[in-house]
């Protein structure tokens, strides 16, 4: 039986700090303009955050990023340089409507999911919550974003129409080696197999960002990030990356949790991308310490983590296309 949600019922099913932070009255309104910026910065891997044709920190740093990468003057806004230089790239328009397939709509979704570690672990996946929260992180957006882009009226259903940020990738070609259940979360999160490869990454803890560079230290690429907290700092030095864990499952330990609860135990929480550390773990070489996914893209670069990177999930999935293991990470003030 296919699901028909409204867009309005949707968001109502997100947590109450999701529906909070993205409430539609707060926030200015859309502007396309700015969404055909932040598109075709997605598509060249100068991460803008969440597609959502507003300006903020996360459009400036990835302005500053790619003007750096460009020999042009960092200045975070959307000058006439910069425009002459994103002109070539205006054939990513802002917004695609697609006719909604059963893979776009299929759950299992979850409703509420528990805030306790302990009773996560009793659930068969950390999934999505909803139909809504699904399509919007495929497409590097917000279900407000999708209200704003569409009706209230809108169906959320198999054969369905519906106007998204235009996130599609300009190609799908992932290496053949990556196992099919991988395949699937790259493909579901529009990830662009197109994708500048690295040779080592520096998380900038002031900045908030993950930028990539080639063999010439030359800056390829750049994401938002949200690095450690006051009780968890970012381990700061030269580390190593070991290796990947794809859609993983999450170990809690109550004891590497300043925040932990008493009463908590130890429990193997099941994969997700409402899990704690999204759809990809990176292993570095410091103990305890990895750049990971998030259930809350949202909140990247204006919250706090417990000492890893933490990326949205559909950065973090493009990441690990770049980058390989051995490669040098480098975490500075």
């Not at 009255?25 to 955050?49: C, E, Y």
């Not at 495929?138 to 106007?163: D, E, K, W």
Request: aromatic letters at 6%; charged letters at 20%.
């Amino acid at each position: 039986m296919r699901s028909k949600f409204l867009l309005t019922a949707a968001v109502a099913a997100l947590s109450p700090l999701a529906a909070a932070a993205q409430a539609p009255a707060a926030a200015p309104p859309l502007d396309r303009d700015i969404l055909h910026v932040q598109v075709i910065l997605d598509h060249l891997g100068f991460a803008p955050g969440i597609l959502d044709g507003r300006g903020g920190q996360s459009l400036e740093l990835a302005l500053r990023g790619f003007q750096e990468s460009r020999g042009l003057p960092k200045t975070g806004k959307p000058d006439a340089a910069t425009m002459r230089a994103l002109y070539p790239y205006r054939a990513a328009r802002p917004t695609v409507t697609i006719k909604l397939t059963a893979d776009m709509v299929r759950g299992p979704f979850l409703g509420a999911i528990p805030h306790d570690y302990n009773k996560q672990a009793e659930l068969p996946t950390l999934g999505y919550r909803s139909p809504m929260e699904k399509l919007a992180e495929m497409f590097h957006t917000t279900p407000a974003v999708l209200m704003a882009l569409n009706s209230p009226a809108t169906r959320i259903a198999q054969g369905a129409t519906v106007t998204f940020p235009n996130a599609l990738p300009t190609s799908r070609n992932y290496p053949g080696d990556i196992k099919p259940e991988w395949r699937q979360t790259l493909t579901m999160l529009n990830v662009d197999a197109a994708s500048p490869q690295g040779d080592s990454i520096v998380v900038d803890k002031s900045e908030g960002s993950l930028r990539v560079l080639d063999k010439a230290g030359k800056l390829i690429a750049q994401f938002p990030v949200t690095t450690g907290s006051q009780h968890d700092p970012l381990p700061l030095g030269t580390w190593k990356i070991l290796g990947k864990d794809y859609n993983p499952k999450f170990h809690y330990n109550p004891a590497l949790f300043w925040d932990a609860k008493k009463n908590d135990e130890k429990a193997m929480l099941p994969p997700g991308p409402n899990g704690p550390v999204g759809v990809v773990w990176i292993d570095l070489s410091k103990p305890h310490y990895g750049i990971h996914g998030t259930p809350e893209p949202a909140t990247i670069g204006r919250s706090e983590s417990h000492g890893c990177i933490r990326m949205a999930n559909w950065d973090v999935a493009r990441l690990t296309l770049m980058i390989g293991n051995g490669a040098k990470a480098v975490f500075q003030a």
